[in-house]
């Protein structure tokens, strides 16, 4: 696969070449390059830390497109003052490498003062979508992200964007901030990836304890639990789902839930009855960590 020329870094990469950038000029001029020679472009926004659920995302895009962009960049904006982001794990020598051994072409990583240079006044909302769940308890978080998202597209100009399904909320804002805004671009959602005993993968796992580690597949057990009572006993009260993921997860000493909800899974509206697509969003503090997870279900009758 030819490449071209570059001003920045060019490593061999299990498929081809992949080039790293870090100028956001660069970028857009690779991006059009890319459209003017017919290529169909795949974009993996990361924030690093690379795990199997962002290369799964990265193989994806493989077959969806012909050029895989992953971009890098711990995006300062989605954090609240309280919150991890000067120990947000990073690690970029690691992270070009698994970028480039799952097939990336480009791996974009942004400067802070590229993206949000001095004077930057101007943010996205979407109203309703960003302010429940993770967005009530993340005050700001659904701001931050949409506004770097609507940004990020903006430079790689991609065909095609691909989000994991364990960010479920943040997965549903951009597709309507996408459609609302008109941004010409397909969203693929891809299924969350998990470890062998159920826990959903997310670079916030490597804040846990051994002991945390340990207790934290609860929040899988958990949202298992509502799968079953709603599929196997037919059981449609939502307050009696809540009610068993509380129970579940009350049962684990190292755990404390923030939520459990029952929401439509295209309007995040709360439900009282399961009928039609609901999400079961959950999130909980394992220590200091905080971690999310989700199921959806669809359901007929
Ligand atoms: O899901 C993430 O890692 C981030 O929220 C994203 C989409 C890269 C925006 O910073």
Do not use: W
């Not at 890098?72 to 003052?81: A, D």
């Not at 005050?139 to 991609?158: D, M």
């Amino acid at each position: 696969m030819a490449i071209l020329a570059d001003p920045e870094r060019t490593q061999k990469s299990g498929e081809g070449l992949m080039e790293t950038l870090t100028s956001p000029e660069r970028m857009r001029a690779l991006a059009r390059e890319f459209r003017a020679q017919g290529e169909r472009i795949g974009y993996v926004p990361t924030m690093g830390a690379l795990h199997e659920g962002h290369l799964s995302l990265i193989r994806r895009s493989k077959q969806l497109a012909t050029r895989t962009v992953v971009s890098l960049f711990v995006n300062p904006t989605q954090f609240g003052p309280s919150e991890d982001f000067r120990k947000y794990p990073r690690n970029p020598e690691r992270d070009a490498e698994l970028a480039r051994l799952a097939g990336a072409d480009v791996l974009y990583a942004p400067r802070v003062g590229d993206v949000y240079p001095p004077g930057y006044r101007t943010y996205v909302a979407v109203e309703g979508l960003g302010t429940t769940l993770e967005g009530a308890s993340r005050p700001g978080h659904f701001r931050g992200v949409a506004t770097v998202v609507v940004k990020l597209l903006n430079r790689v100009a991609p065909h095609v964007a691909l989000f994991g399904q364990k960010d479920a909320q943040q997965a549903i804002l951009i597709k309507k901030l996408v459609r609302d805004l008109e941004v010409d671009l397909e969203i693929e959602v891809c299924p969350t990836v998990r470890e062998e005993d159920g826990l959903a993968m997310s670079s916030r796992n490597a804040y846990l304890t051994p002991e945390q580690r340990r207790a934290a597949p609860v929040l899988y057990r958990a949202l298992k639990r509502a799968e079953s009572a709603v599929v196997r006993e037919k059981e449609r009260r939502a307050e009696r789902i809540v009610d068993l993921i509380r129970e579940t997860v009350a049962a684990e000493p190292y755990v404390s839930l923030d939520y459990a909800e029952v929401v439509d899974a295209g309007t995040l509206a709360p439900l009282e009855r399961i009928e039609g697509s609901v999400l079961i969003p959950i999130a909980a503090r394992v220590g200091a960590t905080r971690l999310i997870d989700n199921v959806i279900l669809k359901v007929e009758e």
